[in-house]
Structures are given as C-alpha cells and as structure tokens.
C-alpha cells in the first residue's frame, strides 16, 4: 500500500450491487483488499467461500481465517500461509462466529474492516452491505503507547482465539484517530463465562458505551425517553417487549439491571420504547431484481413472529437506497435528544436479536449466544431531508453512506416480514 492512507479519519461506505449505478461511492472487497500490497490478513465471518475469495487475495499473503461456515474450501490452495481458527463455543449447539471484520495488514499501515456481509459472492454483488473502513499508521520498529480503542481491538481479537503473534502486530500501530469511535463485541457465553466481565459484551458493553458519550441518569426519577432508535438487520428472532424495553434502556446507557423493576411498574411498552425495527417485507422480496435466491440470506421464521408477545408494532419496512434491491446490512441509527439532530450510528455485524446483543435470565446474569463485532459512531449531526420524512447522518463533517434511507414507514395492514425456508 502506498504511504498516503485513503481513510485516514473513517468512514462508512456501501458496497455495490451488480448493475446498479450511483452518484456516490461504492467500494468492493478488492478494493478494500489492495492484494499487490498486502502482507497479512485477518478475516473473519459466520460465512466464507474460499473457492470465491482466495483469487481476490496473492498467494504470498499470509492469512488468518476465523468463520463458523467454510464453504468450498481446498485447504491444499494455501497449505503454507493459511491459518484456520475456531474460537471457543462454550456450549457444544447452536453458539456461532457471526463477526464480519477485516484486518489488513501492509508495510506502513493497517486497514480496519468493520463489514456486515459475509465472505461471499452474493453479499458483495446483489445484496447491499456496508463497511466501516479506517486505515492507521504503522511502523514495525516502534510500539505505540495503547489506547482505549486499541486495547478493545486486541481484547476482541483475543475472544476470538486470534494467535497472539497476530495480536501483537497492534503494538505497532499508531491509533491517535481512533476517535468517536467504540468497540462493541459480543461473545457466547457458558462454562467460566457465564459470570466473569459479561458487562463488557451485548447490550450491556453498548449501555456502557453510551453512559461514557452522555453521562449517568438517575434510576431514582421517572425515565423519560430521549432517543429514537432505527434498527437495520437481515435476521429476526425471538422477540418480546421485555427485552426490547431492556435493550431501549441500553440505548440510554442504562444498565437495565439496575432500572428494570422501576420501568416495568411504571411505563407500558407502547409508551415507553420508540424503536423502529427495519425488516424485509415478503412482497419486497419478491420483487428484488436479482430474484428469489436473495430471500436465502434474510432470516427469519413465522412462528416467532407470530408469537404472541412479539412486539409487532415495533416493525418498519425497510428502505433500500435502490428500488427492487434488498439490505443485508446491520445498523442502527440513534436520534438523540429534543430535537433530534444529534446522536450516533453502529454499523457491525449485530441483528436487532436477542442472538446477538444477549438478554437477562431471571437470575440477573446475561446470556450471550453469537460472536459479533461492531462500532459505534459518536458525535453524528442528523440533517432532515425529504421534506423531512428522512434523515441524513454527518460524522466528521462527511456524509455517512449507509445504504438504506432512515424513514419511518410501519408495515402496513397487509405486511409480513419475509419468512425464509432454511
């Protein structure tokens, strides 16, 4: 790579559908790869096809894979240079690596990847994605002094089984512009880590996070809600209103463990948590351009959504930035405040699920079923655009790209989300 670094200070940018032309830019995993320069990779994600994704990458390149699902893999293409990990599951079922990152390594810099796709063909063609992409400074003969984002990165690299020589390779990175920026993972839980540092994962780690950019609240007065939160994702699951208000309080930075008797007494669930879920309709589906076979990576299935206490009046349809295309995103834009104009953006590989972000057991302790990495972007201005039925989100004086249009449409009476087959 050469000396000047493209994304010095951050940015979000969308990666490109197949036919589709746009007024803004786009970047693809080749990219964001820069092969003829690159020396060592990390990459993770819950899926990846290595038969799709070695020829994006030179021969020479040492690699680091971490997935859950390699698919069409010859481990005889890179016997030499290829290093496969598998994290630890504390519980043997249904526990996965759904983390989407990216570490690149080259001779004087190293690219930070936050994606929301995985490692195939179809999330970098056919489905929007989005990427948070920042390069660093690097110099393989100084050690740079630690900083609060840089510590989260190794302790995250670390959850995931990471070799240590590779996780070393941070000490020589310069992370000074690592700012409004925050880290928030999450990692399965069970055996030891059923109770040691769960409040640095999920929901909690993102209450924690929050509290730091605007301070403690009271638990002792009457709550009174001052973000409006828009949730993006590709997979549904297991809802109700009890744990949407839990992870609403988080939004605050609320820890909801210490709020949750005094919420539950005194706020109903409609009056209490403004929370728009963003989630692919069955027409919409059927009306992508690219045909059904996109429907195979939007999860979700009948029985949960019909659930009793599922909380349907939460649901928005979601608003692609191109007609007939379909989002494979995850993010989640917050408003914050009177007016609305000020707040911050996650951009990661986080559902709006329980799966993802964990939820409380009776017993107070968390529950944390899936590996997941995401960042937090603090400092956004808000512009209404539309006529102001939308927003646009501004960080660092440039225009973040998310690939969908943060407007408010609930489903409408005929609506239903789009119940896959898998």
């Known amino acids: ?18 036919g589709v032309t746009t007024d803004y830019e786009t970047v693809s995993l080749a990219d964001l790869l820069n092969a ?13 096809d290595e038969s799709w994704l070695l020829p994006h990458i030179d021969p020479k390149t040492t690699l680091t894979l971490v997935t859950s699902n390699l698919v069409n893999s010859d481990t005889d293409e890179h016997p030499d240079n290829t290093t496969y990990v598998s994290p630890e599951f504390p519980l043997p079922h ?11 390594f080259y001779a004087h810099s190293m690219r930070l990847v936050v994606c929301t796709g995985n490692l195939v063909e179809e999330d970098w063609t056919i489905m929007h994605n989005c990427v948070y992409v920042q390069d660093f400074p690097m110099d393989s003969t100084r050690v740079f002094p630690a900083n609060e984002f840089s510590l989260a990165l190794a302790y995250s690299l670390l959850d995931l089984s990471i070799p240590v020589n590779v996780v070393a390779r941070l000490n020589h990175v310069d992370f000074t512009r690592a700012t409004d920026l925050h880290i928030v993972t999450t990692v ?12 640095e994962y999920g929901m909690l780690r993102l209450a924690q996070v929050v509290k730091q950019l605007y301070g403690s609240r009271p638990i002792d007065e009457e709550f009174e809600p001052d973000t409006r939160l828009y949730c993006v994702g590709s997979s549904l699951g297991r809802m109700d209103y009890t744990w949407l208000r839990e992870f609403y309080l988080c ?18 669930p409609n009056d209490m948590v403004d ?39 939460a649901m928005v349809r979601t608003e692609p930035l191109h007609k007939d295309t379909l989002l494979h995103a995850k993010a989640m834009v917050a408003q914050v405040g ?10 990661g590989s986080h559902n709006c699920t329980r799966a993802a972000w964990g939820t409380l057991h009776k017993d107070e302790l968390p529950y944390f079923n899936n590996y997941e990495f995401g960042v937090l972007l603090s400092g ?20 973040l790209e998310l690939p969908f249009q943060v407007v408010w449409r609930p489903y409408y009476r005929e609506d239903v989300p789009y119940f896959g087959t898998f």
Do not use: N
């Open 380 to 399: 956004v201005q808000f512009k209404k655009v539309g006529g102001g039925k939308g927003v646009r989100a501004v960080w660092k004086e440039s225009a």
């Open 1 to 18: 790579m050469s000396s000047d670094l493209r994304y010095p200070e951050g940015a979000v940018r969308t990666t490109p559908l197949r």
């Open 36 to 48: 003829d320069y690159l020396e060592h990779a990390v990459l993770t994600a819950f899926v990846l």
């Open 275 to 313: 929370v728009g879920i963003a989630f692919h309709t069955q027409a919409q589906v059927d009306a992508c351009r690219y045909g059904k076979q996109c429907g195979q990576f939007i999860m979700t299935k009948r029985s949960k959504y019909e659930a009793r206490d599922f909380p349907r009046g």
């Open 338 to 347: 009177v007016e609305q104009d000020k707040g911050w953006v996650y951009v």
């Open 188 to 199: 399965p839980t069970g055996g030891a880590r059923k109770h040691e540092f769960m409040e």
């Open 94 to 104: 249904g526990q996965i690596v759904h983390t989407k990152m990216l570490l690149l």
């Open 251 to 268: 939004a605050h930075g609320i820890e909801p463990r210490l709020m949750r008797k005094y919420v539950f007494d005194h706020s109903t």
